[in-house]
């Protein structure tokens, strides 16, 4: 008899088929369907986001006007939480107004309400539980202009926190905190990014335009004020211990220098200081090509960081550009 996980690392890194890939998402929303019964005592989604995918902002994410619709795309955020059932009641419960929803949160480990997976063989391999809150077939409100062409994935995970402040109180099973980037940083669980790399493998099933160059954290598409508002807040998440580049397997950044491609050292510095900074300016996968596609993900992934950033989204590694990416860092690593 195979594990259930083997199972499920198995579809890890193998693409599945759009077949498997629609069934994968019927069963889950059953699953979710009990747990959010189990947890909020209804069984109703979000009410909080757009009835249907827009036509993708194509000025920021494509070099000529396309009528692609999402998602194409992902965000991760953290939920500053411990355990997910509050996070699912946030956000579907209409009682509460949050506001706000995300199509998925994503436990530390197996944590399925009594009988949520019975009889659902694809959602038993999962590593972690995974709940549905807003059905992948409408935008959700997470993460402001990004909301058109990303799904947006809640991580259960406490968080940062600066080292003189009081700590929050975390789960007895909760690792110890990590310091980094002058914050300490609650661990996320091998279980739980495996899960999100499984979903997003079929993700990238279902929706043929999907790109994994545009699985990205809160912290790159949201620093300062967008035109769509929410507050202008600085987001952290999901921080320095959750690998994104393991989530998608992306190519080194370092490979655009070997394109021959690049105009000048100003576009290699950009693009090296964009990867420390977790963009995804390496080969654009699962196509695994270099040249102009190569080349089309880092002035994709540039576009994206002047936007947030609050400049002019040219594509143009500047004296502006550059200063911004340099604060950036600095304000992330403290160099």
């Not at 959010?36 to 902002?57: F, I």
């Not at 019975?118 to 992948?136: F, K, M, N, S, Y």
């Not at 980037?181 to 499984?198: D, E």
Request: charged letters at 20%; proline letters at 8%.
């Amino acid at each position: 008899m195979v594990d259930v996980h083997d199972y499920a690392l198995g579809r890890l890194w193998r693409t599945p088929s759009q077949g498997e890939a629609s069934q994968f998402f019927a069963q889950l929303r059953v699953a979710s369907q009990r747990a959010r019964q189990a947890w909020t005592g209804s069984t109703a989604l979000s009410p909080y986001g757009e009835d249907a995918w827009p036509r993708v902002p194509w000025t920021l994410l494509y070099s000529a006007p396309t009528d692609v619709k999402g998602p194409i795309g992902a965000i991760i955020h953290y939920t500053a939480s411990s355990e997910p059932k509050g996070t699912v009641r946030w956000f579907c419960d209409p009682a509460l107004s949050s506001r706000a929803s995300a199509h998925f949160v994503v436990s530390q480990a197996v944590e399925w309400p009594t009988g949520a997976t019975d009889g659902l063989p694809l959602v038993q391999a999962l590593p972690a539980t995974v709940v549905l809150c807003r059905d992948i077939t409408q935008p959700a409100w997470h993460a402001t202009w990004a909301n058109a062409w990303a799904v947006g994935f809640e991580l259960v995970n406490q968080g940062c926190e600066t080292p003189d402040t009081t700590p929050r109180p975390v789960a007895a099973t909760a690792a110890k905190r990590v310091p980094c980037w002058g914050r300490l940083w609650q661990p996320y669980t091998p279980m739980q990014s495996t899960a999100v790399a499984i979903i997003i493998r079929y993700l990238a099933a279902l929706f043929p335009e999907w790109r994994p160059d545009l699985v990205l954290g809160h912290e790159n598409v949201q620093m300062v004020q967008t035109p769509e508002g929410c507050g202008g807040h600085d987001k952290r998440d999901p921080g320095p211990l959750l690998d994104l580049g393991t989530l998608v397997r992306a190519a080194d950044p370092y490979d655009l220098a070997q394109t021959g491609l690049m105009d000048g050292a100003g576009n290699i510095q950009a693009a090296n200081l964009l990867s420390r900074l977790r963009y995804n300016v390496g080969r654009r996968l699962p196509r695994d090509t270099q040249g102009p596609a190569a080349l089309s993900t880092y002035l994709d992934q540039l576009r994206i960081f002047q936007f947030a950033a609050g400049l002019v989204p040219d594509a143009i590694a500047g004296p502006k550009t550059m200063a911004a990416l340099t604060a950036r860092i600095k304000d992330r690593e403290g160099g």
